[in-house]
């Protein structure tokens, strides 16, 4: 997939510093505000942080919010199963970095922040050193360590750690644009550094999305590509894989399981029926051999213990999906079961004060769905995947 890229992309070879930038991509054009929330509307860029939603629409709220704005970009990668952010902010630091100027410059932010793994704090501080020394940016841009965990990287959890309250989400009733705060992903911000130097309808025919592709591939990697790319070939991107498989994890552990179909493409309209999405790119092969009750369990565990303890969703509910979700994967038949997933599930979507309780019930409706004959199998007592007794 990779040999049929234009050269302008993403995860071209480069060393990180700013003179490969500067002599791969160039300056910056010059561009007012309007022209930049133009181009993100034609070029139809989408977020690619999990919820893919159109970027010049934030940037237009926060421009129009009346409060002077604030811009960050999101590089905390919680997502355990995804690479992504971390490879871009160390292989194209400036074209986030530009993205970033390009924000501040649409929505005439005073400040702006770059929120990222504290391991790639330090070389961030040299590319904005350079970018000091070279004269590029007028406006500062502060570094904030992400803590690692699942959701420090949800927006009001972001803006909550810049403001130095700790990365924690806060209340969802107040839109955080509407504060004036602009919250988008950091490949997200690279697009547009892009799409500024190479146009919208460069974008429309070109633009990319990158996956983080792992699970039961011969080389887990991240990969560019277009969507509406078949799954197969992000598979085989990654090397191919090392065995059947029995299903594919797409979106994240906010995803959804879809059947390991080569030709499905990597489409939202696509995928819907599945109750999966692109989201941040993730994909995640199951063998065969393995049993998606079991792996499901497992997410659904860490998703649980991942809560910051504020909302009743989170607190009461996850643990009992978790549980419900533990004894489907042991067969261990009681009553209610299996249709005690999908009830708590109904419960807690939309209840907590940020998206997390939504996307542990996606993926756990997901798995009711793709895994419906061996959820039978294993009240039998019987697992499909291993064809032995529970
Ligand atoms: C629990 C949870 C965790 C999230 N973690 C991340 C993350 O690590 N990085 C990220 O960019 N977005 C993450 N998001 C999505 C952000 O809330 C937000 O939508 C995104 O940063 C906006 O940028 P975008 O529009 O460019 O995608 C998360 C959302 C939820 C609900
Ligand atoms: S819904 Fe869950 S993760 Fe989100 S703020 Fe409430 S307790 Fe924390």
Redesign the pocket.
């Known amino acids: 997939m990779n040999s049929v890229l234009a050269a302008q992309t993403l995860l071209t070879a480069g060393d990180g510093g700013l003179d490969d930038h500067l002599s791969r991509y160039g300056r910056l054009p010059s561009l007012d505000g309007s022209q930049i929330v133009g181009l993100a509307r034609d070029a139809e860029l989408t977020?690619?942080?999990?919820?893919g939603?159109p970027?010049w629409r934030?940037l237009a709220a926060v421009a129009a919010a009346g409060t002077p704005a604030v811009v960050i970009a999101?590089g905390?990668?919680?997502?355990p199963v995804s690479g992504k952010?971390r490879l871009l902010l160390t292989r194209k630091p400036h074209l986030v970095l530009d993205g970033l100027h390009l924000v501040a410059l649409a929505t005439g932010a005073r400040a702006a922040h770059l929120y990222a793994p504290a391991a790639l704090l330090p070389r961030l501080r040299e590319s904005l050193a350079a970018r000091g020394r070279a004269g590029l940016d007028k406006l500062p841009v502060t570094l904030t360590a992400a803590p690692d965990a699942?959701?420090?990287?949800?927006?009001s959890a972001?803006a909550s750690a810049i403001a130095g309250r700790g990365a924690v989400p806060a209340d969802k009733r107040v839109r955080l644009v509407e504060t004036g705060t602009l919250?988008?992903?950091v490949e997200?911000l690279a697009h547009l550094a892009l799409i500024a130097r190479y146009g919208a309808g460069w974008f429309l025919s070109s633009g990319t999305f990158l996956a983080t592709v792992s699970g039961a591939v011969a080389r887990p990697s991240v990969v560019e590509a277009r969507y509406g790319v078949p799954l197969g070939d992000l598979i085989g991107a990654a090397g191919g894989a090392t065995e059947n498989l029995r299903a594919v994890l797409v979106g994240g552990y906010?995803g959804g399981w879809v059947p390991a179909d080569p030709a499905l493409p990597v489409t939202r309209e696509a995928l819907a029926p599945f109750g999966a999405a692109p989201g941040?790119g993730v994909v995640v092969a199951l063998p065969a051999h393995a049993c998606g009750l079991v792996e499901t369990a497992k997410i659904t565990q860490y998703l649980a213990g991942q809560v910051a303890g504020q909302c009743g969703p989170c607190v009461n509910g996850l643990p009992r999906i978790a549980g419900t979700l533990a004894d489907l994967a042991a067969g261990r038949p009681r009553p209610g079961l299996p249709g005690e997933a999908a009830r708590l599930a109904a419960l807690v979507t939309g209840r907590g004060a940020?998206?997390?309780p939504d996307?542990t019930a996606r993926l756990v409706l997901s798995a009711m769905r793709a895994f419906e004959a061996d959820v039978a199998a294993h009240l039998n007592g019987r697992c499909l995947a291993t064809g032995g007794r529970l």
């Open positions: 977020g690619r942080g999990g919820g939603f970027m934030k999101n905390a990668e919680g997502e952010d699942f959701v420090s990287g949800e927006e972001v919250v988008q992903n997200t906010h941040a940020c998206r997390h996307g």
